[in-house]
Nanobody
Framework: QLQLVESGGGLVQPGGSLRLSCAASRFTLDYYAIGWFRQAPGKEREGVSC????????NYADSVKGRFTISRDNAKNTVDLQMNSLRPEDTAVYYCAAKDYCADYRFPNNWNYWGQGTQVTVSS
């Protein structure tokens, strides 16, 4: 079974940057669309971004468009989320997930595999 592991979370000041990484062991990510989600305390899990298996299709939530960039490196078997101009409202646990396509990516129930999450805290 595909196992995903997120890394790169931490504490950053408003306006700062973080780079999250989603990695898989034992299986290649080449054939999967990878999505990033986040969940703040007391809120529903929110789809942030998705990249197709080829990298040719990318989606972003309006709340992060222009600030976050998703990319994949199939040679390293990773998908990264570069987060710039971070705001306190970006504070959440960030998860990566995998499925066949990015279609309807915003709905968590559509995704087959999940990582354990990494905490991102934006605070001064």
């Amino acid at each position: 079974q595909l196992q995903l592991v997120e890394s790169g979370g931490g504490l950053v000041q408003p306006g700062g940057s973080l780079r999250l990484s989603c990695a898989a062991s034992r299986f290649t990510l080449d054939y999967y669309a990878i999505g990033w989600f986040r969940q703040a305390p007391g809120k529903e899990r929110e789809g942030v971004s998705c990249i197709s298996s080829s990298g040719g299709r990318i989606n972003y939530a309006d709340s992060v468009k222009g600030r976050f960039t998703i990319s994949r490196d199939n040679a390293k078997n990773t998908v990264d989320l570069q987060m710039n101009s971070l705001r306190p409202e970006d504070t959440a646990v960030y998860y990566c997930a995998a499925k066949d396509y990015c279609a309807d990516y915003r709905f968590p129930n559509n995704w087959n595999y999940w990582g354990q999450g990494t905490q991102v805290t934006v605070s001064s």
